[in-house]
């Protein structure tokens, strides 16, 4: 089993969307079968079995064995991943573009930076798993406490300069078999809520960016 599969089609997506699909899919982390299912999210089987075809049908669960009982062949199936990400290639030509409209302190751009980000690691990862192989990749996560919005716009300049130089410093376009590679820093205040409630960011003036 994946710790993540990327969802990039647009059918895909949707049918992992599903309330129902969703609460299958998080009950097969451990394999199972319809009336185990059944069991355990308290649903009639043959509401379970409807779903469970359409999940494998999109590749989203997959058969794990098949065991008699009785007269009865019973099919287990389990998740093919731990957890799942719908990639922004699902939403075709309404997917974010943070081409459109560059800004550095725009919140919105680094949301479209972000969803590239998705949509880039995502081919890559599909990519990879088809080749049997892996994914050259490195991340950094850090929490920072700002006294002020000064220190804050002091920390992204200096942060800005140091990334600046670096490329610099590596990049070379010349080189015979060099690969591409996109770097991504963002800066943003962490929210107070889970999403399903409304964090309460800092206003323009405080952050001095939008929110």
Request: no cysteine; proline share 6%; net charge negative.
């Amino acid at each position: 089993m994946l710790d993540v599969a990327v969802i990039e089609e647009p059918a895909v997506a949707e049918a992992s969307l599903d309330p129902i699909r969703s609460r299958i899919l998080a009950a097969l982390a451990e394999p199972g079968s319809a009336a185990m299912l059944a069991g355990r999210l308290g649903l009639p089987r043959q509401k379970i079995n409807y779903h469970l075809k359409e999940l494998e049908k999109h590749g989203l669960v997959e058969l794990e064995q098949e065991r008699r009982k009785g007269n009865v062949t019973e099919r287990v199936y389990r998740a093919i991943a731990a957890s799942y990400v719908i990639s922004p290639s699902a939403l075709g030509a309404i997917s974010p573009d943070p081409d459109r409209s560059p800004d550095q302190l725009s919140a919105r751009w680094l949301l479209a930076l972000g969803s590239r980000l998705v949509q880039e690691v995502g081919a890559l990862l599909t990519g990879a798993a088809r080749a049997q192989r892996r994914v050259a990749s490195f991340g950094i996560d850090a929490e920072v406490r700002f006294a002020s919005a000064a220190d804050r716009a002091a920390f992204a300049d200096e942060l800005a300069q140091t990334v600046a130089g670096l490329v610099s410093r590596y990049h070379d376009e010349s080189a015979a078999g060099g690969r591409r590679h996109r770097v991504i820093v963002g800066l943003h205040q962490i929210p107070d809520a889970l999403p399903s409630s409304t964090p309460k960011p800092e206003t323009e003036t405080e952050a001095g960016q939008e929110n």
